[in-house]
């Protein structure tokens, strides 16, 4: 299934100043048993967002209305823990285009790159201009451009280079899952094929 295309994105920020955020945090195990998509979003950081009685919880982040944004900027090591490909789809389905960390674990990277979601890690020292300049402004706005592969915080002109893996990069621009980069490759693969011996 194809993913929404990517080319710049500026937008305000939820901050989780979280180090260490396991993709159990991000979903719990018991919402795993679903074999599609839909709904995920709704189980984002479902215990730290709900307490028992279901009722969300006033101090948590994703509950605060001052925050909002299609930017979500995490803690280092951000999407430890197990494999599960759910933590991006919630991620997605929430709404979030960008996660912005010091360090993803790789099979995170991975899982958000195919969902349509952009990891991006920055050095330690620009996270926290992040951070500073949310708490100075909630609004504040932060661009990302995935073709000259830059973040930049608006309100203080600061920017960091960031890197992707240049195959998911095309994909990412083009709206591509794997099976759409082979289909748009058909004719590439067709006339290799007529020209190949077995």
Not at 21 to 32: C, E, K, N, S, W
Not at 98 to 104: A, E, Y
Not at 167 to 178: I, R
Request: charged fraction near 20%; include cysteine; charge should be negative.
């Amino acid at each position: 299934m194809a993913i929404e295309k990517f080319s710049t994105l500026t937008s305000s920020c939820i901050p989780l100043p979280i180090e260490n955020v396991d993709t159990d945090q991000i979903i719990p195990a018991r919402f795993l048993k679903a074999t599609t998509k839909e709904g995920f979003g709704d189980n984002l950081f479902r215990d730290w967002r709900y307490d028992k009685q279901n009722q969300p919880k006033a101090d948590f982040i994703l509950n605060d209305p001052t925050y909002s944004g299609q930017i979500l900027v995490g803690g280092k090591n951000f999407g430890s823990g197990s494999s599960r490909e759910h933590a991006a789809w919630a991620i997605a389905g929430y709404g979030i285009r960008v996660v912005v960390s010091s360090f993803f674990a790789d099979i995170f990277k991975g899982n958000a790159l195919n969902n349509g979601v952009l990891p991006v890690q920055v050095s330690e020292d620009f996270l926290s201009q992040i951070f500073a300049a949310i708490e100075t402004d909630a609004k504040t706005t932060v661009s990302v451009d995935l073709a000259a592969q830059s973040i930049t915080i608006d309100a203080t002109g600061a920017s960091e280079n960031f890197e992707i893996n240049g195959y998911k990069k095309n994909c990412l621009t083009n709206g591509y899952d794997d099976i759409d980069y082979l289909l748009s490759n058909k004719e590439k693969i067709e006339a290799w094929e007529k020209t190949s011996f077995y």
